[in-house]
């Protein structure tokens, strides 16, 4: 059974350009959260989203930044005119069920905007 | 909303010796209580949780203890290893039965010397 997935593991992006992260949950998962890590800091939550839905994006700049988790295929954050600021590690995780408390990790997409 | 405080920042013991990380919170409607341990440039990884209907949890070197009524918790590691080197992120569970989601404390770099 493999674990959630993350592609691409490192993006270099040029500012003003899009940046596309993509998760893939474990099988049998239907809730995605992501997470922003800054270097030597914590996680921020972000948003999470069920299959076509998004639960809650508190933690979502209101610009340039989307989630989406389609009912085929992986979930998408979309960064729109990249920034340096944005550079960071992007996490995603994913747990099984309404109500479930755990939540699995994938390996992160590391995002350097030059 | 929830806001969650980690202490110490940094950590050091000697090998064998036990480390004690805590956490404190502020929603009282939180409910569940991760911790995680992040390896540097690795994801994060569920070392053991505690739900808020217990106060004690232990998982061979590992234990965490919960005070529901002063809203902290605390990570216990015994016989420390040089492999324990890591940082430790506490989190609380925000939300309520159809989905949740964590704020994570700040992070405990812990160093085990040998």
């Known amino acids: 059974n493999a674990g959630v997935m993350q592609n691409p593991r490192h993006l270099v992006r040029r500012r003003g350009q899009e940046a596309r992260l993509r998760c893939s949950p474990m099988?049998?998962?239907?809730?995605v959260y992501w997470y922003r890590q800054l270097p030597e800091e914590g996680l921020k939550f972000m948003v999470y989203?069920?299959?076509?839905?998004?639960?809650?994006e508190s933690g979502m700049p209101k610009e340039r930044f989307s989630a989406e988790f389609p009912k085929e295929g992986p979930s998408i954050l979309r960064i729109q005119q990249v920034v340096r600021g944005d550079s960071a590690a992007y996490f995603c995780?994913?747990?099984?069920?309404?109500?479930?408390?755990?939540?699995?990790f994938g390996p992160g997409t590391r995002l350097t905007v030059l | 909303g929830e806001n969650v405080e980690q202490h110490p920042s940094t950590l050091s013991v000697q090998e064998g010796d036990s480390a004690v990380i805590k956490c404190t919170y502020s929603?009282?409607?939180?409910?569940?209580f991760p911790w995680y341990k992040q390896e540097l440039g690795k994801r994060p990884q569920l070392i053991i949780d505690?739900?808020?209907?217990?106060g004690e949890k232990k998982d061979q070197r590992i234990a965490v203890t919960l005070n529901k009524t002063a809203k902290h918790f605390s990570l216990h590691i015994t016989e420390t290893q040089p492999e324990d080197s890591a940082v430790y992120f506490c989190a609380a569970s925000i939300g309520d039965n159809y989905g949740q989601n964590f704020v994570f404390g700040p992070g405990t770099r812990l160093s085990v010397l040998p």
């Open positions: 929603d009282s409607a939180s409910n569940y």
């Open positions: 505690i739900r808020s209907n217990v």
């Open positions: 099988k049998g998962h239907s809730h």
């Open positions: 989203l069920q299959k076509e839905n998004i639960i809650d």
């Open positions: 995780a994913s747990s099984p069920r309404q109500g479930a408390n755990e939540q699995f």
